[in-house]
């Protein structure tokens, strides 16, 4: 069992800001070991890769859709990663899941082995 806590989620205009981040506390799951990922799924629609971000914080995905505006990062001591998203629209909303796999491309191709609750972000104004 692989404990997650996000946080971050919630309502917001169009054009604001959100800043997710997902810890996770479980010991043998760090983030120097997996690499991490954020993933969103919002009814009638696939799940959609966000970004990932390797084990050694050298390498990171970013949807195309995404590019300048959500970030991905991560604190390694804090064994957080985190989503900084910006410009956020309406089509944005969706619940937000973090999820780690020790193979990067694999998550990046969709695989997670360990998920998180997910976290609901809604942009509406």
């Known amino acids: 069992q692989v404990e997650f806590v996000e946080s971050g989620g919630g309502l917001v205009q169009p054009g604001g800001s959100l800043r997710l981040s997902c810890t996770v506390p479980?010991?043998?799951?760090?983030?120097?070991?997996?690499?991490s990922g954020w993933f969103r799924q919002a009814p009638g629609y696939w799940r959609e890769v966000i970004a990932c971000?390797?084990?050694?914080?050298?390498?990171?995905y970013v949807a195309n859709s995404m590019q300048g505006r959500f970030t991905i990062s991560r604190d390694v001591a804090k064994n957080t990663v985190y989503l900084q998203m910006n410009t956020l629209k309406p089509e944005d909303t969706a619940i937000y899941y973090c999820?780690?796999?020790?193979?990067?491309?694999?998550?990046?191709?969709?695989?997670?082995?360990?998920w998180g609750q997910g976290t609901q972000v809604t942009v509406s104004s």
């Open positions: 999820a780690l796999n020790s193979d990067f491309e694999d998550l990046v191709h969709g695989d997670g082995s360990y």
């Open positions: 479980t010991a043998g799951f760090g983030l120097d070991y997996y690499s």
């Open positions: 971000i390797s084990n050694s914080g050298t390498r990171t």
